[in-house]
T-cell receptor, first 113, second 111 residues
Framework: DAGVIQSPRHEVTEMGQEVTLRCKPI?????LFWYRQTMMRGLELLIY????????DSGMPEDRFSAKMPNASFSTLKIQPSEPRDSAVYFC???????????FGQGTRLTVV | QKEVEQDPGPLSVPEGAIVSLNCTYS??????FMWYRQYSRKGPELLMY????GNKEDGRFTAQVDKSSKYISLFIRDSQPSDSATYLC???????????FGQGTRLTINP
C-alpha cells in the first residue's frame, strides 16, 4: 500500500487566495483526520471523518476553513481566503474505525505570503 | 491548560546514552497513550502505544504510563544517531478515535 497520499507537497500562495489541500487515505480505512502543525502550537486536530461523515470539527479555526470527504478515497481541506497566519504543515491521517492508530501522510507545507 | 504537555526541548545527548522523554496529561478519560516519531520534513509515524498503566518494551524502546500521576514516558536505550527526530506523545479515548498530541520534543543524538 502506498500509504496516505497528500498533494501538493508544497504550496505557496498570496494572501486572499483560495487554497485546496488534497488527501487520499489508505484503502480500507474509514476514518480520516486533518491536522495542522506549527512550531508554536504543535500538532492540532482540525477535523475528523468517520465513514465520510464529519464527526468533530471543533478544531477548525474559523469559517475560512472547510473540509469535505465526498467518498471513502478522497478528502479536501479548503482555506478561503488564506492569510499569512495559516502558514503551517497540514497533515492528513487515516485509520480503521476500531483502532486508534493513525497513519499519517507526508504533509503539505503551506506558505501564505 | 493543554490536555497533553510536552517539553519541546531541544534535547541533545551523546550516542549510546539513555534518553528519557516525558509528557503529562490532564484528561483522566485517556485510555491509550501513543508515541510517534517524526523525522524532519516527514509525517509522524507510530512508534509505540500502551493501554492504561504499565510498561511496554520494544527493542531499545520502553514506554511507561503512570495514570495516578498522569505521566507518560519513553525511554530509549543505547541511543543511535538514527534516533534523532521529534518525538510526540499523544493520549486517546477508546471509541472516540481522537488523539490529542503534545507539542513534541526535538531529540538529537550526537555521534
Amino acid at each position: 500500500d502506498a500509504g496516505v497520499i497528500q498533494s501538493p507537497r508544497h504550496e505557496v500562495t498570496e494572501m486572499g487566495q483560495e487554497v485546496t489541500l488534497r488527501c487520499k487515505p489508505i484503502s480500507g480505512h474509514n476514518s480520516l483526520f486533518w491536522y495542522r502543525q506549527t512550531m508554536m502550537r504543535g500538532l492540532e486536530l482540525l477535523i475528523y471523518f468517520n465513514n465520510n461523515v464529519p464527526i468533530d470539527d471543533s478544531g477548525m479555526p474559523e469559517d475560512r476553513f472547510s473540509a469535505k470527504m465526498p467518498n471513502a478515497s478522497f478528502s479536501t481541506l479548503k482555506i478561503q481566503p488564506s492569510e499569512p497566519r495559516d502558514s503551517a504543515v497540514y497533515f492528513c491521517a487515516s485509520s480503521f474505525a476500531v483502532t486508534i492508530e493513525a497513519f499519517f501522510g507526508q504533509g503539505t507545507r503551506l506558505t501564505v505570503v | 491548560q493543554k490536555e497533553v504537555e510536552q517539553d519541546p526541548g531541544p534535547l541533545s545527548v551523546p550516542e549510546g546514552a539513555i534518553v528519557s522523554l516525558n509528557c503529562t496529561y490532564s484528561n483522566s478519560a485517556f485510555q491509550y497513550f501513543m508515541w510517534y516519531r517524526q523525522y524532519s520534513r516527514k509525517g509522524p509515524e507510530l512508534l509505540m502505544y500502551t493501554y492504561s498503566s504499565g510498561n511496554k518494551e520494544d527493542g531499545r524502546f520502553t514506554a511507561q504510563v503512570d495514570k495516578s500521576s498522569k505521566y507518560i514516558s519513553l525511554f530509549i536505550r543505547d541511543s543511535q544517531p538514527s534516533d534523532s527526530a521529534t518525538y510526540l506523545c499523544a493520549g486517546g479515548i477508546q471509541g472516540a478515535q481522537k488523539l490529542v498530541f503534545g507539542q513534541g520534543t526535538r531529540l538529537t543524538i550526537n555521534p
